[in-house]
């Protein structure tokens, strides 16, 4: 069975302390996997899309990886307004409802 | 450009009755999506249309219909409110048709948060 899991559910980070968000999947045809940004109160912002293992992608303290099991978000010297939940989700090969969200990390970075 | 609008922003409703929840966006996107978000639980896919006049049930389709009339606007019906129902709602859109587009990103609005008591 298809299926996303994201870990750990909630992470506190100090200030400029670096750490990793983990999402791990197993999906039949992995089209791509995609990372959003959910401010409370708001819809899921876009980050990145990776489409194979090996795969990186960067934007300001926010760096993604892939492998074929999983995917990590690493955040590098955070900062208070990186604090959001952060979402992963699959693409597989398979029909137009094809796309799977895992339930996200709670991320609060505290000044 | 407005990107993805949600009206209303928040609804309580009572048991049984019924309301439409709107979703209109103005970047030609012709696959528009209904997904709610319960606590603990990821997103869930309701209602999908790939076009104007073409629509498909999702993951968990009972309880709601949708219509989808123009490209810009596709409405979330719910029929007979049931607390069950209590849920955050997202309409979102992305755009079919160029090369890798099947993996282009949705743009989500800022949702519905509907009680039913």
């Known amino acids: 069975e298809d299926q996303v899991t994201q870990s750990p559910e909630a992470l506190r980070l100090q200030e400029g302390e670096s750490s990793s968000l983990n999402c791990s999947y197993t999906?039949?045809?992995?089209?791509?996997l995609f990372w959003y940004r959910q401010d409370p109160g708001k819809g899921p912002e876009f980050l990145f899309t990776?489409?194979?293992a090996g795969e990186e992608k960067e934007k300001e303290r926010l760096k993604a990886t892939l492998t074929k099991k999983e995917s990590f978000l690493h955040i590098t010297a955070p900062k208070p307004e990186d604090s959001a939940t952060y979402l992963c989700?699959?693409?597989?090969?398979?029909?137009?409802?094809?796309?799977?969200f895992g339930t996200g990390t709670r991320l609060t970075v505290i000044p | 450009n407005a990107g993805v609008t949600q009206t209303p922003k928040f609804r309580i409703l009572k048991i049984g009755q019924s309301m439409t929840l709107q979703c209109t966006q103005d970047?030609?996107?012709?696959?528009m999506y209904w997904y709610r978000q319960d606590p603990g639980m990821g997103l869930k896919l309701i209602y999908y249309?790939?076009?104007?006049?073409?629509?498909d049930k999702g993951e968990v389709p009972n309880g709601y219909n949708v219509s989808r009339s123009t490209t810009e606007d596709f409405p979330l019906r719910l029929e007979l409110a049931a607390p069950s129902q209590t849920s955050v709602y997202f309409c979102?859109?992305?755009?079919?048709?160029?090369?890798?587009?099947?993996?282009?990103?949705?743009?989500f609005g800022n949702g519905t948060r509907l009680t039913v008591t």
């Open positions: 990776l489409y194979s």
């Open positions: 970047m030609n996107h012709n696959y």
């Open positions: 249309s790939v076009g104007a006049g073409i629509t």
């Open positions: 999906v039949s045809g992995l089209r791509g």
């Open positions: 989700a699959v693409h597989r090969q398979t029909g137009a409802n094809n796309l799977f």
């Open positions: 979102a859109s992305r755009p079919v048709g160029a090369f890798r587009s099947y993996n282009s990103p949705l743009h």
